[in-house]
């Protein structure tokens, strides 16, 4: 069964940092682009960072020089380090997957991690 795992969030004050992380199976994870994503209370969906052949390791721009996105295909997984963290950090995290060299959106992604919840408080 292929699966994404995503674990790691909590409750942390502004300014603190939490590292997630992203557990693959079930599928030949260097041979899929994976990207964070993260939805706030009444907000849309937003990619935060990904790893993709085609343009490496990419982020959104609210989140530039605090977040590092990594990956260690050997152990099947995607870290997402969070530095200098903001109340407008907090929300719902996920992972997501899609085969292929470019990154996946809300609409091309086709394997879905379990969110976790990151809450900044201020």
């Known amino acids: 069964e292929v699966q994404l795992q995503a674990s790691g969030g909590g409750l942390v004050r502004a300014g603190g940092s939490l590292r997630l992380s992203c557990v693959g199976s079930?599928?030949?994870?260097?041979?899929?682009?994976i990207g964070w994503f993260r939805q706030a209370p009444g907000k849309e969906r937003e990619r935060v960072s990904c790893?993709?052949?085609?343009?490496?390791?990419s982020y959104t721009e609210s989140v530039k020089g605090r977040f590092t996105t990594s990956s260690d295909n050997a152990r099947k997984t995607m870290y997402l380090e969070m530095n200098d963290l903001k109340p407008e950090d907090t929300a719902v995290y996920s992972c997501a997957a899609v085969w292929g060299h470019y990154c996946p959106t809300e609409y091309t992604a086709v394997v879905w991690g379990q969110g976790t919840q990151v809450t900044v408080s201020s």
């Open positions: 079930g599928f030949t994870f260097e041979d899929y682009a």
């Open positions: 790893i993709s052949k085609h343009t490496g390791t």
